[in-house]
């Protein structure tokens, strides 16, 4: 079955922002639909939900203006952990859900430019930081006030489009520029400390001549703090987390970037996070 391009009814945008008292359950709705989401297929991209969940709920439910800022997911692999948060926050119609990974719907498995709730997302890594420094280019030149956010990864610091990114934007003084990384040690070749160093991170950043600062990306308060840092420069949210989220179900597992997820494994999953409630 084909689906239709998604219709802009399917995207809402809430009145106002939520607090964080109001986000609390969120990022563990958000992973129990993912697994539902991943489990439908039998495969596909989990661990992301369980490094992001935090850091999306609070960019999308507290940070982010719908029509007013733009927001970039660099890496596209992150969009089904993106359509959980945003469906749990009434961002996405649910029930577009059901279309997930089926050819021709817009909720695709690995973004593309009809993924919704986004401005933009790359299926190459790296270059969403690129794609944000225009936008906020763009809004200096407009005099619009309007932010430009730009999620990311810690995997994508081993392209050296990101610090040809960070130097320009430090140059061009984009205070309004704020980029988010998941910071889950998490990559396909496996453990991105274990392919390429890319530590100390906050260090630099700094020697970048950008804001810097590190949070636990498991903390909701803590993260949307460092995003209300002032900062004439722009500003690095170095967000540590972990890609299995401390989940007793994947305590064997080395690593949950891409995993196979059969019935018995979903169920385990969903029993689990459904404890947090």
Known sequence: MAWPILEEEH?????????????????TRARIRAVELVGGLGLGYL??????????????????RPGIDRFVLSP???????????????????????????????????????????????????????????????NRIAG??????????????????????????????LGD????????????????????????????????GWHALEVDGHDLAAIRSALDSDAASPRVVIARTTATAGLDTLAGLDDAHFIKIDAGLRGSLSDELAGRL
């Open 144 to 173: 619009s006030d309007a932010r430009t956010v730009v999620f990311g990864s810690d995997g994508e610091m081993e392209e050296g489009q990101t610090w040809e990114a960070a130097m320009f934007a430090a140059h061009h003084g």
């Open 47 to 64: 661990g992301q939900v369980f490094s992001s969940g935090e850091i999306l709920t609070v960019l999308l439910g507290s940070f982010v």
């Open 11 to 27: 995207v809402s945008t809430p009145p106002v922002p939520l607090s964080i008292a109001d986000l609390v359950d969120i990022p």
């Open 177 to 208: 520029l704020t980029l988010v990384l998941d910071c889950n040690d998490s990559q396909v070749d496996g453990p991105v400390s274990s392919v390429t160093t890319v530590e100390p991170i906050v260090d630099k950043w700094r020697a970048f």
């Open 76 to 138: 596209s692999h992150y969009v089904t952990a993106m359509y959980a948060v945003a469906a749990e926050l009434g961002l996405l119609d649910e029930r577009l859900l059901e279309t997930y990974g089926i050819d021709g719907s817009d909720l695709e498995t690995i973004g593309s430019e009809r993924t919704p709730v986004v401005d933009f997302t790359c299926g190459s890594l790296a270059q969403g930081l690129s794609v944000g420094i225009g936008y906020a280019l763009a």
